[in-house]
Nanobody, 114 residues
Framework: QVQLVESGGGLVQAGGSLRLSCAAS????????MSWFRQAPGKEREFVAR???????AYLDSVKGRFTISRDNAKNTVYLQMNNLKPEDTAIYYC????????WGQGTQVTVSS
């Protein structure tokens, strides 16, 4: 059974930074792909960032240059470093894993004030 536990969300002013963590159990973060999604109020859930087993990364266009996805294999944890945050980044952020079966974390709230 895969479990994903996010942490690190909070309230920050525009221009500030946060680092989200996704601690995984039941799978290793260095295999397959690990991703971050977000869902703002009244909007559909959208892809934010992904890191592959090879270390290759991909990002939503609007976060390129501001967000960085990384992983710590020893801690079996994936991170999302978010810099220069904007009010439009306000959302619940979810960790996502799919190795044949999809798993979601419970989400962590990020609120950016203007």
């Amino acid at each position: 059974q895969v479990q994903l536990v996010e942490s690190g969300g909070g309230l920050v002013q525009a221009g500030g930074s946060l680092r989200l963590s996704c601690a995984a159990s039941g799978r290793t973060v260095s295999s397959g792909a690990m991703s971050w999604f977000r869902q703002a109020p009244g909007k559909e859930r959208e892809f934010v960032a992904r890191i592959l087993w090879s270390g290759s990364t991909a990002y939503l266009d609007s976060v390129k240059g501001r967000f960085t996805i990384s992983r710590d294999n020893a801690k079996n944890t994936v991170y999302l470093q978010m810099n220069n945050l904007k009010p439009e980044d306000t959302a619940i952020y979810y960790c996502y894993s799919n190795l044949g079966t999809a798993y979601w974390g419970q989400g962590t709230q990020v609120t950016v004030s203007s």
